[in-house]
């Protein structure tokens, strides 16, 4: 939102100088009267923004009274703000060499210094800063630095260290600006996209006006942007989007309008064309004070996002809601890992769930806000955090970070000099260190498969490899990643219905080939069949292998509900080896899985069981998938009494 991206600190340093040049004013020994005199002109002409004025009567003032502080630091600072840096460090200079015991300067110097990019002159200043010997008749109490400004001296000093030693070139990083059909001469900020990579969702502000924009992916480019069509804009201020992985939802901030306080956080859906009007998340997620730039995770059951509600850190923080039965649950903060005494914005969870990207200015780094990277450990907790690097993070401003799916190439926004003017949206490569985990995902509708009608329906995915949920929810589709390498079940049920089965193995090879699920489910009548796609053997063997433990479990539950239906289990082959030795394995594996039902409670005068070898293929027995298919266990219902 505006207040999020012109709220900074660092920019109120001409003013907190001319503040030190009148509180100093009386700690100064005598000076000369037309000193005095020129300085006192020259005081009230750079309140009045007359700068050239005033930097000629300072010129007269420290003329006559070269010791003469005050006129040495508010040349300083109006230097510094027209960008003479050549008159900046001078005046600087001349201010220590007149008062060398005022410890507050050498901070301000060293500031300077950083901004021009003259790290190791800032260091060595750092230094003096700290160094500097309390003699007789210098009070730290009231001449030395307060607090907070040894806490900014020693981020100061890390971000210089960090700035020394990073190597990092950003020809690397394949830097690239979007472009015009992005970025304009207004402020284009915080991108989402598509988990496709095909469109691209972000903040316009114009004339102090926000809205939502997209551009579509062309191949070479990115289209002109348009407004995001629907009842989402509206004639005050939208921002600070996040699309959920289906890309049917988008989280975003609306402030000073109707809230529990003075920016909430929103959300509003597609039909597939238009976006609908904004609706509140509600007051368990937003508090009386500021709560804004949410991050949705791709499967939309967390939420992360920053605030300036109590009970922080200090600043803005980061804070995770979790949506479950229904509802949202009572914001947890991040801890002391991610959060300091500083702002933390702009959260970003990749779509692993658990690489989180931020823009901070409490952590060392190289601007006002820089952006981070740190990962949820196994025991819940959260890495330090880890700066993106010189080329990432400079001087400007950088904020509002997406990273595509495969954890290769990100998206922000930075000010750098460079682009189409104000904020503009650039892309690059992740550096090896601070790429999330590879994964690939799962989007699937459910559909009566006698109607074609859209349905809702228990939708469950379990980790075959623990046997664990893996996700739940009741609806008509669903989204959700997977890690490659893993053995996953699907199965949707709904009552009156056979339930569905799916097994997904996805692999790194397959992460460019998402699985795109349309589930039609059957409603239980006499000769329908279900394939059971996670039931396991050894290869030519009848052993139950654990993993089909959690479909068998379904087949279970759903003939205990429906104690009506009597069924037949029938085992498949492919055709390798013999038929006769196919005929046998096929037939085993049938009764494997009864005697599995049975043990479980269900009573065996209602299962048959049979064996077809390779006589009902359901793929070609000429390639590996084909064969694949036809190795398989089926379920039928060979009658039903209601």
């Not at 000193?35 to 010129?59: P, T, W």
């Not at 969870?349 to 990207?357: A, E, P």
């Not at 601007?367 to 993106?388: M, R, T, Y």
């Amino acid at each position: 939102m505006i207040t999020s991206f012109f709220n900074r600190t660092g920019i109120v340093l001409a003013y907190s100088l001319l503040a030190f040049a009148c509180s100093t004013l009386q700690a100064q020994k005598a000076n000369p009267k037309a000193a005095k005199k020129n300085f006192d002109k020259a005081l009230i002409e750079a309140r009045k923004g007359n700068s050239a004025k005033s930097l000629g009567l300072l010129k007269k003032a420290i003329k006559a009274d070269k010791n003469y502080s005050d006129a040495w630091a508010l040349q300083a600072d109006i230097a510094e703000k027209l960008g003479d840096s050549a008159l900046a460090s001078a005046s600087y200079k001349g201010n220590i060499a007149a008062d060398p015991l005022y410890q507050p300067t050498y901070y301000y110097f060293a500031n300077f210094l950083y901004k021009q990019k003259r790290y190791e002159e800032s260091r060595a200043m750092l230094d003096r800063f700290f160094n500097l010997p309390s003699e007789k008749g210098f009070k730290r109490s009231s001449d030395g630095a307060s607090e907070e400004m040894n806490s900014r001296a020693k981020k100061l000093i890390q971000s210089c260290s960090l700035a020394i030693e990073d190597t990092q070139k950003i020809e690397e990083l394949d830097l690239k600006n979007l472009g015009p059909g992005v970025n304009t001469s207004a402020y284009e900020y915080w991108p989402g996209m598509t988990v496709d990579g095909q469109t691209l969702i972000f903040t316009r502000l114009v004339d102090m006006q926000e809205d939502f924009y997209l551009s579509s992916n062309n191949g070479g480019g990115w289209d002109k942007a348009r407004p995001l069509p629907g009842n989402i804009n509206t004639k005050e201020n939208e921002g600070t989007t996040s699309v959920s992985g289906n890309g049917k939802f988008i989280f975003f901030t609306v402030c000073n309008q109707e809230g529990f306080g003075s920016c909430d956080l929103f959300y509003s859906r597609t039909n597939g064309a238009l976006w609908s009007r904004r609706i509140n998340l509600g007051e368990t997620v937003n508090s009386a004070q500021w709560d804004a730039q949410p991050a949705i995770s791709a499967d939309g059951k967390t939420l992360i996002f920053s605030s300036a509600r109590p009970g922080g850190f200090g600043g803005k923080d980061l804070w995770m809601s979790k949506w479950a039965e229904g509802k949202w649950s009572q914001p947890m903060n991040l801890g002391s890992k991610i959060n300091t005494d500083g702002d933390e914005e702009a959260p970003f969870l990749h779509y692993d769930g658990r690489t989180l990207y931020f823009g901070s200015n409490g952590h060392p780094g190289y601007g006002e806000h820089d952006i981070f990277f740190s990962q949820l450990q196994p025991d819940k907790s959260w890495s330090a955090p880890v700066n993106l690097g010189k080329g990432i993070n400079s001087e400007a401003d950088e904020m509002g970070l997406y990273v595509d799916i495969k954890g290769e190439r990100a998206y922000f926004a930075s000010s750098r000099p460079g682009g189409y003017g104000g904020l503009d949206i650039y892309s690059f490569k992740l550096a090896g260190g601070t790429k999330p985990d590879p994964v690939t995902y799962v989007q699937g509708q459910v559909f009566d498969a006698d109607t074609k009608a859209e349905i809702t329906g228990r939708i469950d995915i379990f980790n075959l490899e623990n046997n664990k949920p893996y996700y739940t929810d009741s609806s008509s589709s669903f989204f959700l990643t997977m890690q490659p390498n893993g053995n996953y079940a699907l199965n949707i049920k709904r009552q009156g219905y056979l339930f569905y089965s799916e097994n997904f193995q996805p692999t790194e090879s397959s992460i460019d080939s998402p699985f795109l699920v349309k589930a039609y489910l059957k409603p239980i009548k006499t000769d329908e069949k279900l394939v059971l796609r996670n039931i396991f053997f050894e290869t030519d063997k009848f052993d139950l292998r654990i993993e089909s433990f959690t479909e068998l479990n379904q087949l279970v539950d759903l003939l205990k509900k429906n104690p009506g239906i009597n069924i037949e289990i029938s085992g498949h082959t492919d055709n390798q080896g013999s038929e006769e030795h196919n005929l046998t394995l096929s037939r085993n594996r049938a009764n494997s899985v009864k005697n599995y039902l049975t043990g479980k409670g269900i009573d065996a005068n209602r299962i048959s069981t049979a064996g077809y070898a390779a006589k009902q293929p359901i793929g070609d027995n000429n390639t590996p998938a084909g064969r694949a298919l036809n190795r398989r266990i089926e379920m039928k219902i060979t009658s039903w009494n209601k």
